[in-house]
């Protein structure tokens, strides 16, 4: 069976068990994130991303990642307290996962083997890689970290209207 988003079973920040089958039918941007990047100010324009479209069926989740200059040191706990805190982030925050590396996260080898970085590259160079989803499941575009969640915009919406 070929796999998409909703196949899935990732852990939330609590260690719970979430599938993405909750997600089916949904634009999901996936975001590997942390609270001492440089790019972390993205926490903003995500949440923005996720007001203006999640009553249309779109949802932001974060997966905070502690692989790139240790910029993700916290617990699942300090990290939720960051995003709530500094960013009023509504959007899920899941639970810390490798992205790069044998102890990937399943999501994260499907997402990189669907949609390949800058010269077919599957490993994830930063914090703040996006992968966006369309309600089929799967993988529609990768965005580079320094693509602000702005830029998104366009893509969304054009992934909310597919059938």
Do not use: H
């Not at 993405?20 to 001492?36: H, R, T």
């Amino acid at each position: 069976m070929e796999q998409t988003l909703p196949s899935f079973t990732v852990k939330d920040f609590a260690g719970r068990d979430v599938s993405l089958e909750k997600y089916k039918d949904q634009v999901v941007l996936v975001v590997n994130v942390a609270s001492k990047c440089g790019f972390t100010p993205q926490y903003k324009g995500l949440e923005e991303l996720y007001e203006k479209f999640k009553d249309q069926g779109f949802v932001v989740l974060g997966f905070p990642c502690n692989q790139f200059g240790s910029q993700e040191p916290g617990s699942n706990e300090d990290i939720q307290q960051f995003c709530s805190l500094n960013y009023g982030v509504q959007f899920p925050v899941m639970g810390k996962v490798d992205v790069n590396g044998g102890e990937a996260a399943p999501l994260y080898k499907w997402m990189k083997a669907s949609a390949p970085g800058i010269l077919g590259t599957e490993m994830i160079k930063w914090n703040f890689t996006k992968f966006l989803i369309g309600k089929d499941g799967n993988v529609i575009k990768r965005f580079a970290p320094k693509d602000e969640p702005k830029d998104l915009f366009e893509d969304i919406q054009m992934a909310l209207t597919q059938k």
